[in-house]
């Protein structure tokens, strides 16, 4: 394989690789062979690679003796529901999967979070495998074991921590994305370098271009900083009951602004993190936390990158009690109180879960959000 990166999640029995690097489809087969109890593979598809990503891998693994089934499912995270899990599981019934059978994930973040929850409950849990194809899945859903499904009060909110056996990252992909798709990928990029490592943040203001434009040592550099990242702190706490909530800067805001907005396109997750990280970010200023240089050193790399920065740059409206009605089914927030992750500076994030709501309203006052 070339210019491969493995990357280690050392979670005992559940250990799994990282594989990164680039043209990597015709090495598929061998690599999750050792997980394979016969010749047959389910995938669980986004149908819009139907046409593009899916015949190179069907190709690779026929032609090393394995027999196909591939239930596709709709882009976007409306499928990320009970319908699409029913409907999904009795294909794959229908279609003959056994308790030592594989699914393999091929998609986005939808995809991974969708199949990885099934996997953890047809048969009461079969091996899945990630094959992620988006930048923003590339760096974050696909790696940490969390599955999940979306229901009417918010996102991901009943679910399972299931771990893949291991996760196929090929930077050939990406070149399918549209820019818009990229620039949410990098959303979540930047996030590391925000939350934990100043050098990592520093090398993304000067290599943003480059990621922009798909340059293939950048992405494998970048994804690889990204995943090591976070395999670290998944390693100390797999089950999100301590640091590996500051993962999640951001998203508190912006899980709640991606809820509203979810249904007509206006945002996609990764311009809702970008929100949420700058909201989050003024946050930090407004109480004393972070100095007001790098508080605008982090809005202008995320504004730099062509993301939003508030509310007033998308379509749409909320309101500051729909956005705290929401953010209150937050799976963090305990005894009325809400948690966000703010920052002492740039590469260092802290946990702050005794937030009340009057602090959250005060705030979106500042923002003259309505």
Not at 14 to 40: A, C, H, Q, V, W
Not at 148 to 162: D, P, R
């Amino acid at each position: 394989m070339t210019k491969t990166k493995t990357i280690k999640i050392n979670l005992d029995k559940n250990s799994y690789d990282i594989y990164i690097g680039e043209n990597l489809t015709s090495e598929i087969p061998s690599i999750i062979s050792p997980f394979m109890k016969r010749n047959k593979i389910f995938i669980i598809c986004d149908e819009s690679l139907g046409s593009i990503i899916l015949p190179e891998i069907k190709n690779s693994f026929i032609d090393a003796g394995f027999e196909i089934f591939v239930s596709f499912v709709q882009t976007g995270e409306n499928s990320k529901s009970f319908e699409s899990l029913e409907f999904t599981i009795s294909e794959l019934l229908d279609n003959g999967i056994e308790r030592n059978d594989t699914i393999i994930a091929l998609g986005g973040g939808v995809i991974g979070d969708l199949a990885g929850f099934i996997s953890s409950i047809i048969y009461r849990g079969i091996n899945f495998i990630q094959v992620p194809t988006t930048l923003l899945a590339q760096v974050d859903s696909s790696v940490g074991g969390k599955t999940a499904i979306n229901v009417k009060q918010g996102k991901n909110l009943v679910g399972s921590f299931y771990q893949p056996k291991t996760v196929i990252t090929d930077v050939s992909f990406l070149s399918s994305l549209s820019e818009r798709e990229i620039k949410c990928g990098l959303s979540e990029i930047v996030k590391y370098g925000i939350i934990g490592d100043r050098d990592f943040f520093n090398w993304l203001k000067e290599n943003i271009d480059n990621l922009a434009k798909l340059d293939q040592d950048c992405l494998i550099y970048a994804i690889e900083k990204s995943c090591s990242m976070k395999a670290n702190i998944v390693q100390k706490d797999e089950k999100e009951s301590g640091d590996r909530a500051l993962l999640n800067f951001g998203h508190t805001f912006g899980h709640a602004l991606e809820k509203h907005f979810t249904k007509n396109g206006v945002l996609m997750h990764g311009e809702a993190v970008a929100i949420g990280m700058v909201y989050a970010t003024k946050f930090s200023g407004n109480i004393g936390a972070l100095k007001k240089d790098e508080c605008d050193e982090i809005i202008n790399l995320i504004s730099d990158i062509g993301l939003p920065i508030s509310i007033n740059d998308i379509k749409g409206e909320i309101t500051k009690e729909e956005i705290l009605n929401l953010m209150m089914y937050d799976k963090k927030r305990a005894n009325q109180r809400n948690t966000l992750i703010l920052l002492n500076k740039i590469g260092e994030a802290f946990i702050n879960n005794n937030v009340s709501d009057k602090e959250i309203v005060d705030f979106f006052n500042m923002e003259n959000i309505q």
